[in-house]
């Protein structure tokens, strides 16, 4: 059983090269699969987001935090879900990628929450809007209003 895993793992990272090659815009394939409530974690790792687990049988809905660069978007994020101090927010980096991180307080708390960063270009062909709100729950467009 291992060596099918292994497999499959060598065959998704075969798939992500391929991707990587074809796939020009950058932030679609990158994440961040971190504990949303460990402390001391505020930035995205670089890995590859994978869009279809074929060992889950769940589904979690998706909140996508989206708007305009420097609006609020991940401060919103590391407040609510990583108890972070607003004074601390300012010091945050710019968001580069999409960043997905997983809430599951409980057995009736589960949701992902997708962070995309304001400069990515939806008008781009190559933009897979059905990859993207597959799944969605609720878009939330943030606006800086100062």
């Known amino acids: 059983m291992s060596q099918g895993l292994h497999m499959k793992t060598k065959q998704q990272q075969e798939d992500e090269e391929e991707d990587d090659e074809e796939d020009g815009i950058a932030g679609?394939?990158?994440?961040?699969?971190g504990d949303p409530f460990m402390e001391g974690?505020?930035?995205c790792e670089e890995e590859?987001?994978?869009f279809t687990d074929p060992f889950?049988?769940?589904v979690k809905p998706r909140i996508l935090l989206m708007g305009l660069r420097r609006s609020?978007?991940?401060s919103?994020?590391?407040v609510v879900f990583h108890k972070m101090s607003p004074n601390e927010t300012?010091?945050?980096e710019s968001t580069n990628k999409i960043c997905r991180e997983d809430v599951s307080n409980s057995s009736f708390v589960n949701f992902q929450i997708w962070d995309f960063p304001g400069q990515i270009?939806?008008?781009d062909p190559t933009f897979d809007y059905e990859m993207i709100f597959r799944g969605t729950g609720a878009l939330i467009f943030v606006i800086d209003s100062q």
Not at 28 to 33: H, L, R, T
């Open 28 to 33: 679609i394939s990158d994440y961040d699969d």
């Open 72 to 74: 609020g978007k991940s």
């Open 121 to 123: 270009d939806f008008f």
């Open 48 to 50: 590859v987001l994978d």
């Open 41 to 43: 974690e505020f930035g």
């Open 56 to 58: 889950s049988t769940e």
């Open 90 to 92: 300012l010091f945050l």
């Open 76 to 78: 919103i994020q590391k």
